[in-house]
């Protein structure tokens, strides 16, 4: 606006298409972000580093946990979806890392 300040969905937008690029760098396909956990999918359940996850994983037990399906799930709690998408950006971002 004329203040400068970006107006939220602009802020929403490009802090999505930021996330979009760190998922593509982690190899995660899909992210199921509820207000109580989230659930991260990559593609063709594999991670380029896998030693690295599983450190990753061991490191931020039991808040975070493989499933079976090979999918991870992150158990924590966002009051509102700003604070969920920069809490699944963290997550992806340390996944992005990883994958490296």
């Not at 606006?1 to 802020?11: K, L, V």
């Not at 490009?14 to 593509?24: F, I, M, P, Q, S």
């Not at 690295?52 to 037990?61: E, M, T």
Request: proline fraction near 5%; glycine fraction near 4%.
């Amino acid at each position: 606006d004329r203040f400068g300040r970006t107006p939220i969905e602009a802020e929403f937008l490009l802090n999505t298409v930021a996330l979009k690029l760190l998922c593509r760098t982690a190899g995660v396909d899909k992210i199921d972000a509820g207000e109580k956990a989230v659930v991260l999918s990559f593609h063709e359940n594999k991670f380029a580093k896998p030693d690295r996850l599983i450190g990753w994983l061991q490191k931020n037990a039991p808040v975070v946990r493989l499933r079976p399906d090979h999918r991870i799930i992150v158990q924590r709690v966002w009051p509102d979806e700003r604070l969920r998408l920069s809490g699944v950006t963290s997550i992806v971002s340390s996944l992005a890392k990883l994958a490296a």
